[in-house]
């Protein structure tokens, strides 16, 4: 116990410096914080934590540099020069994490999607969550959360959808050859309102459209569109069970 006291009053000052630049890094980290969400929420630039977990990381590395030489003895210019040394090996090693961080900023800064948008990645449809350092987070109407590296995301076919595109559900069949296609179209639009009252927007009925023809008849495709929450293949799979029922489907 005597040695303890004999070297915490021998390094008191240090001591004091390291607890003083680890309060006011807190302090400045937790307002800093604060003041961005605020900022981003009332400004045209995407309000993703990136540029929070950002912030949080320049703070606490000033404050860990200021602390170095006093407390610990340790020059930071030898670090910085460590660090430019091996600055290669580093480079090479964390290339996938800096391209992430890159393509990150090219993603909200060019305003190509933000927190809240309805997208389709590579025949996947969500609504995209938040967008960190490295990756985004969108979330899908059956309650799956894809984890998508932002690299990935510059580099992929995005399409930005409406709340009608991202809700709507496409059925294709075939009527029978002869079949009047006025009125297999009235027919159809009648059999999905009733078979799908559950599950779809009232507001937007289906839409039927003819696509052409082949050998077994006359191709065509509904559009319906799912309320939200409501799984788009279980819309699907009511519509093809309806439909499979009539005697002018094939």
């Given amino acids: 116990m005597e040695q303890l006291l004999d070297w915490l009053k021998v390094h008191d000052s240090r001591i004091a410096f390291l607890l003083i630049v680890f309060v006011v890094a807190l302090v400045a980290a937790k307002a800093v914080s604060r003041w961005l ?14 540029f929070v977990n950002l912030a949080l990381v320049s703070i606490w590395i ?9 407390v610990f003895g340790i020059n930071p210019t ?47 449809t969500g609504t995209v969550e938040d967008i960190t350092w490295r990756q985004t987070m969108v ?27 991202e809700a709507c559900v496409s059925v294709d069949f075939t009527l029978r050859p002869g079949t009047d296609i006025k009125v297999a179209a009235k027919r159809v ?15 937007n009925p289906p839409q039927v459209n003819f696509t052409g023809f082949s050998p077994e008849g006359i191709q065509g495709r509904v559009l319906l569109f799912a309320n939200p929450g409501i ?16 005697d002018f489907i094939i």
């Fill in 231 to 246: 799984n788009q293949e279980r819309v699907r799979d009511c519509a093809v069970c309806a439909l499979a029922k009539e």
């Fill in 189 to 203: 639009v009648s059999i999905l309102k009733t078979a799908t009252s559950d599950f779809t927007d009232r507001r």
């Fill in 37 to 50: 969400k605020k900022l981003l929420n009332h400004s045209g630039i995407p309000n993703a934590s990136i």
């Fill in 139 to 165: 979330r899908e109407r059956n309650g799956n959360q894809l984890i998508i590296p932002n690299s990935v995301l510059n580099t992929s076919s995005l399409e930005r959808l409406t709340p009608e595109g």
């Fill in 78 to 124: 030898t670090i910085v020069t460590a660090l430019g040394i091996g600055g290669l090996a580093i480079s090479l090693g964390l290339k996938d994490t800096i391209a992430n961080i890159i393509s990150g900023f090219g993603l909200m800064i060019g305003h190509v999607i933000h927190p809240g948008d309805q997208v389709r990645i590579q025949g996947i």
């Fill in 62 to 70: 000033i404050a860990v540099a200021m602390v170095l030489q006093p």
